[in-house]
């Protein structure tokens, strides 16, 4: 396996319970023998969604002098994954900092909706934001909720394929030339559709799972980046990501696990063990 030196930035929340965002792609990438670079955009007491309204510390001042702190000091890196910023402040100033230090790999999961409706306390110009901030990706990886908000094209019901290439040429339009392009948890008929573009579209399914999985996307974003680490192509890394989470899923649904405490990893991450080495 080939090692990195240079570390791989992780920017998303942090949540003292619940195993998702920066608490699952942490291990994550350490199962994959990528070095890390942890910039929590905001500290929270619990997830989201799940446990009422949860207490909040985020700090613009710290992520600033935190990224000039690695730049006077020459840290070098390989690439980012950014995930949930949660404030328009906190997008702007990444924003800023990534046009100034632009990353050789740039995965932005534009993390502010699910199930046809934006998250709780995001306000509609948040949607705005992240289109600013996907311009400066090279990897971007909606969800279809997602999708829909940022091209302006909502979708009723299950899409055709068709229909899922006119989300991806909307998305072409808002990123830079080849972009590579990533749509998740796409509604088909008793299963859930990914689907990615590099040039060609490519569309791969898992049978539907009851419920809702608090964390799944975030463990999707981290296994595709570090394969993308690796100098996966996009469809491989796809692959990847969605055989991986098919391990979480199963994992977690078996284990009759309250779900809004995130995501069951011990059987992902010894899966991932066999499939970098």
């Known amino acids: 396996m080939t ?4 570390p791989f930035l992780l920017a998303e929340d942090l ?9 699952a792609a942490i291990p994550i990438m350490s199962a994959m023998d990528v070095p890390t670079a942890i910039l929590p955009t905001q500290v929270l007491s619990t997830q989201t969604e799940g446990f009422g ?3 909040s510390q985020a700090s613009v001042d710290w992520v600033s002098a935190t990224l000039a702190h690695w730049q006077a000091q020459s840290v070098q890196l390989s690439g980012g994954l950014i995930g949930y910023i949660g404030r328009e402040d906190l997008v702007q100033t990444l924003e800023a900092a990534l046009t100034t230090q632009r990353l050789p790999l740039l995965i932005v999961d534009p993390v502010m909706a699910d199930d ?4 709780p306390g995001l306000a509609s110009t948040y949607v705005a934001a992240m289109r600013r901030l996907m311009a400066l990706a090279t990897v971007v990886t909606p ?4 999708a829909q908000l940022l091209t302006g094209q909502p979708v009723a019901g299950r899409p ?3 229909q899922i290439q006119q989300q991806m040429n909307g998305l072409q339009s808002l990123t830079a030339p080849g972009t590579q392009l990533v749509i998740t948890g796409i509604p088909g008929t008793n299963q859930v559709k990914t689907a990615c573009w590099d040039g060609q579209l490519t569309v791969m399914t898992l049978p539907n799972q009851d419920g809702h999985f608090y964390g799944s996307g975030d463990v999707f974003s981290a296994i595709l980046s570090g394969a993308l680490v690796h ?8 692959t990847l990501a969605v055989n991986g989470i098919k391990q979480s899923l199963d994992q977690t649904s078996e284990a ?3 779900r809004r405490f995130g995501m069951q990893l011990s059987r992902l991450l010894q899966w991932l063990g066999s499939q970098m080495s």
């Open 53 to 55: 309204e949860p207490v």
């Open 160 to 162: 055709t394929e068709d």
């Open 116 to 119: 046809g409706a934006l998250y």
């Open 3 to 6: 090692t990195h030196n240079r």
């Open 15 to 23: 949540s003292a319970i619940g195993t998702m965002s920066l608490g």
């Open 256 to 258: 009759g696990y309250q």
């Open 231 to 238: 100098h996966w192509s996009l469809a491989d890394a796809v």
């Open 143 to 146: 969800n279809w909720t997602e």
